[in-house]
C-alpha cells in the first residue's frame, strides 16, 4: 500500500487565485512528520513547509498553509495568491519516527503538476 | 546554508558498466538519501543510510549498492549498468528524527545506453 498519495497528477489554477493539493498518507506510528517540496523545471527540490504529528495548529509559511486532518490523514497544501512563479511540481513527503534503528526515513508521493495561468 | 553536492549533472555510461554516483553534504547530517526520479512515479527511495556504514533498502533497491565509509558521503553503486536505470537520481541529507528537513542536491541525470 501506498504510504503517501496525492491523486491529482496535474491542476491549473489562475494567477491570484488559491489552490489546494492534495496529499494521504498512511502510518501507523504516533509521531511523524509531513512535508511539501517544490520542484520547478531547474530540477532543484526546494522545501516549502513541514507539520508534525503533535502540533496542534495548522502550520503557515507566508503564502503556504498545511491544511492537517489527523484522523482523516490528510495534509493538503494550500497555495493562496498564485503565481506564475508557482508552476511547478509539488510533493508531499513523510518521515516515520522509528525507535531502536533507523530515524527518519523519508517516503514521496508521485507528486502534482501545478500550472498557474496568466 | 546546507550544501549537497552530487558529482555529475549528467552522466551517459554504456550497459554493464559499473556506475559511481557520489555524494557529499557539509552540514555533518546523520542521514543520507539516494532516490530514483521517474516521470508518473514520483521520487523512490533506493537507499538510506543513518550513520556511517548504517544503511537500510528502500522500495527499489535491486541493482543497486551503495556505501558511506565517511558521514559526508554517501555512494550509489550500480553493479551492472542497465537500460532500464536510465533514470535522474536525487541525493538528500537531513539531520535524525521525524521533524527534520531534508536538503537535496541538483541531481544526476544518467543515461544508460
Known amino acids: 500500500a501506498q504510504k503517501i498519495t496525492q491523486t491529482q497528477p496535474g491542476m491549473f489554477v489562475q494567477e491570484k487565485e488559491a489552490v489546494t493539493l492534495d496529499c494521504t498518507y498512511d502510518t501507523s506510528d504516533p509521531s511523524y512528520g509531513l512535508f511539501w517540496y517544490k520542484q520547478p523545471s531547474s530540477g532543484e527540490m526546494i522545501f516549502l513547509i513541514y507539520?508534525?504529528?503533535?502540533?496542534?495548529q495548522n502550520a503557515t509559511e507566508g503564502r503556504y498553509s498545511l491544511n492537517f486532518q489527523k484522523a482523516r490523514k490528510s495534509a493538503n497544501l494550500v497555495i493562496s495568491a498564485s503565481q506564475l512563479g508557482d508552476s511547478a511540481m509539488y510533493f508531499c513527503?513523510?518521515?516515520?519516527?522509528?525507535?531502536?534503528?533507523?530515524?527518519?526515513?523519508?517516503?514521496f508521493g508521485k507528486g502534482t503538476k501545478l500550472s498557474v495561468k496568466p | 546554508d546546507v550544501k549537497v553536492t552530487q558529482s555529475s549533472r549528467y552522466l551517459v555510461k554504456r550497459t554493464g558498466e559499473k556506475v559511481f554516483l557520489e555524494c557529499v553534504q557539509d552540514m555533518d547530517h546523520e542521514n543520507m538519501f539516494w532516490y530514483r526520479q521517474d516521470p508518473g512515479l514520483g521520487l523512490r527511495l533506493i537507499y538510506f543510510?543513518?550513520?556511517?556504514?548504517?544503511?537500510e533498502k528502500g522500495d527499489i533497491p535491486e541493482g543497486y549498492s551503495v556505501s558511506r565509509e565517511k558521514k559526508e558521503r554517501f555512494s550509489l553503486i550500480l553493479e551492472s549498468a542497465s537500460t532500464n536505470q536510465t533514470s535522474m537520481y536525487l541525493c538528500?541529507?537531513?539531520?535524525?528524527?521525524?521533524?527534520?528537513?531534508?536538503?537535496f542536491g541538483q541531481g544526476t541525470r544518467l543515461t544508460v545506453v
Open positions: 543510510s543513518y550513520d556511517v556504514k548504517m544503511k
Open positions: 538528500a541529507s537531513s539531520l535524525g528524527g521525524p521533524n527534520t528537513e531534508a536538503f
Open positions: 513527503a513523510m518521515r516515520e519516527d522509528h525507535y531502536g534503528g533507523s530515524q527518519g526515513n523519508l517516503i
Open positions: 507539520q508534525g504529528s503533535y502540533d496542534q
